[in-house]
């Protein structure tokens, strides 16, 4: 069964300070992995994604690496922001066959930033 | 900035009553998706609508549920006897196309009360 794990499930942090948060999958096969942010009560954003071929990307304060062997990614944040507070999910994509993809959420992680 | 609206934002329904929830999505995508998240749970794929018709569901998108795309624009979810598990956040997205790397945008979701 696919399954997306992360950790921690929640982190507090001063702002201005880094974090890395982490996820690991079994998703087979794999497609993608996307990272999204989301706001409390609202629909996900998303960050980055990135194909197997991948190993970081950057989307501003945002880094994203990805470890296909071991199947592991994380998502880094650089001088944290008060407005960074919010659940960010792990997202696997796989193949389910006949030129169609699934989405496996993980749980999140709720990250809280305060000054 | 395009994005994915949905109708209403709070629902609040009888068990046994049908509902039926509403997005419009980004004018040029052609793919659409609704989620659910359950108080304090991930978000978990329903169902993807392309070219009028469901291209795949999962296994929680049972005979109670359909989607329809009724005109142009709008994209619609029906519950047709609610039950208490169905209380959610129903988050409607939609994407360009189906690549691996195409991003699915969502909406700021209905919030949908069985009681």
């Known amino acids: 069964k696919n399954q997306v794990e992360q950790s921690p499930q929640s982190l507090i942090i001063l702002e201005g300070k880094n974090c890395t948060l982490q996820?690991?999958?079994?998703?087979?096969?794999?497609?993608?992995l996307r990272w999204y942010k989301q706001d409390t009560g609202r629909g996900p954003v998303s960050l980055t994604i990135?194909?197997?071929?991948?190993n970081t990307k950057s989307n501003g304060r945002y880094t994203a690496t990805l470890d296909a062997d071991t199947k592991q990614s994380s998502l880094h944040i650089t001088a944290s922001q008060l407005s960074d507070s919010a659940s960010y999910i792990c997202?696997?994509?796989?193949?389910?066959?006949?030129?169609?993809?699934?989405?496996?959420f993980g749980k999140g992680t709720k990250l809280s930033v305060i000054p | 900035e395009p994005e994915v609206t949905q109708t209403p934002s709070h629902q609040v329904t009888q068990m046994g009553q049908e509902v039926i929830l509403r997005c419009v999505p980004i004018?040029?995508?052609?793919?659409f998706y609704w989620y659910r998240q359950i108080l304090g749970q991930k978000v978990e794929f329903l169902v993807s609508?392309?070219?009028?018709?469901?291209?795949?569901k999962s296994e929680i998108f049972d005979d109670q549920f359909s989607v329809e795309r009724p005109d142009g624009s709008n994209f619609t979810l029906k519950i047709r006897s609610t039950k208490l598990e169905d209380s959610a956040m129903y988050f409607c997205?939609?994407?360009?196309?189906?690549?691996?790397?195409?991003?699915?945008?969502f909406g700021p979701g209905t919030r949908l009360l069985v009681l």
């Open positions: 609508f392309y070219n009028n018709e469901i291209s795949e």
């Open positions: 996820c690991n999958y079994t998703v087979s096969p794999f497609s993608n």
């Open positions: 997202v696997v994509s796989g193949y389910s066959g006949a030129g169609s993809y699934q989405l496996t």
């Open positions: 997205a939609s994407s360009v196309g189906r690549a691996l790397q195409e991003t699915q945008y």
């Open positions: 990135m194909t197997f071929s991948e």
């Open positions: 004018s040029n995508h052609l793919y």
